[in-house]
């Protein structure tokens, strides 16, 4: 028997007693509400351990969901925080890039131009020497000339 059914058969026991005339009151069986009163004192016990097991229980399904939840949100933070950083990184990564390529074009651009500048020199030394070269043969002609005269 549960306490709801101890309690309908203690009920029934009031009902089913004599009413006292004049009054409120009811003449039950001392015994039978005794008895009923015993039985609920042994059951009682035992279904306020329950109650408070399946309360304890609750509350620890509760932490533990609680504890959980703040677990799985603090492991979504991580994992977003990695996602913005590995973002970052890779804008990084590709704005380094770009410089240095920015920067390969540019010293090629001025290798290059060096390069013409250094051979337009050395062609310009060269025609010199070469000027001079041939205004000393066609000195050298013209005295050669001369002395056949």
């Known amino acids: ?3 709801g059914e101890l309690l309908d058969k203690l ?3 009031i ?3 004599r009413s006292v005339p004049f009054s409120d009151k009811v003449l039950v069986d ?3 509400v005794l008895g009923v009163i015993d039985t609920i004192r ?3 016990p035992e279904e306020i351990k329950q109650a408070n097991w399946i309360k304890e229980e609750r509350n620890r399904i509760l932490i533990d969901a609680q504890k959980e939840a703040e677990l799985m949100l603090k492991e979504t933070e991580e994992h977003i925080k990695r996602l913005v950083e590995e973002n970052e990184i890779t804008k990084r990564a590709y704005r380094q890039a770009e410089e240095i390529i920015e920067n390969a074009k540019k010293n090629a ?3 290059r131009l060096g390069t013409k500048e250094y051979a337009d020199n050395m062609l310009e030394e060269l025609e010199k020497q070469l000027r001079e070269y041939i ?3 066609e000195k050298n002609r013209e005295e050669i ?3 056949k005269s």
């Open 1 to 3: 028997m549960d306490i």
């Open 11 to 13: 009920e029934e026991t």
């Open 15 to 17: 009902n089913q007693g």
């Open 30 to 32: 001392g015994e039978k």
């Open 42 to 44: 042994d059951i009682l």
């Open 109 to 111: 651009r001025e290798i």
């Open 135 to 137: 205004e000393l043969i």
């Open 145 to 147: 000339r001369n002395l």
